[in-house]
């Protein structure tokens, strides 16, 4: 198991919006990540990257891509959260995105908290692939 602190922390205890909380974080940080390592950019520049990147509409369309790859453990993780009731209201964008973004954040969050790292790392690597095709 990996995760940056050594704390007992059961995921499938938490409900899927405690654990999109964490899960938008954790796919913020590999964002964060990649763009820092890829050049020295301005702080600007790198916070208009990321935010083109870590935002409801980009989450939702990773998240309907990785959902044929997914295992059917994931998938119904991913599920609950897409389900989950918010109290927010979609901003700029269809309920529907907004709502599989949460899922693809309980996803992150599932897996970060379950220190399954190595996972997170493929399906980021994935989403970074059909990224680099559309630009």
């Known amino acids: 198991m990996e995760r940056f602190l050594n704390m007992p922390c059961d995921p499938s205890q938490l409900s899927p919006l405690t654990l999109a909380f964490i899960g938008d974080?954790?796919?913020?940080?590999?964002?964060?990540?990649?763009?820092?390592?890829?050049?020295?950019?301005?702080?600007?520049?790198?916070?208009?990257?990321?935010?083109?990147?870590?935002?409801?509409?980009?989450?939702a369309k990773s998240a309907k891509k990785l959902m044929e790859v997914l295992t059917e453990e994931e998938l119904s993780v991913l599920k609950k959260g897409r389900n989950a009731h918010t109290n927010h209201k979609?901003?700029?964008?269809?309920?529907?995105?907004?709502?599989?973004?949460?899922?693809?954040?309980?996803?992150?969050?599932?897996?970060?908290?379950?220190?399954?790292?190595?996972?997170?790392?493929?399906l980021f690597e994935l989403i970074e692939k059909e990224a680099e095709k559309e630009e």
């Open 90 to 122: 979609a901003k700029n964008m269809s309920e529907s995105d907004y709502h599989m973004a949460t899922g693809f954040e309980t996803l992150f969050g599932w897996l970060y908290l379950g220190g399954n790292i190595e996972r997170l790392r493929e």
């Open 25 to 59: 974080t954790v796919y913020d940080l590999f964002i964060r990540e990649k763009l820092v390592c890829q050049a020295n950019r301005p702080v600007k520049k790198l916070h208009n990257l990321a935010a083109s990147r870590v935002n409801a509409a980009s989450q």
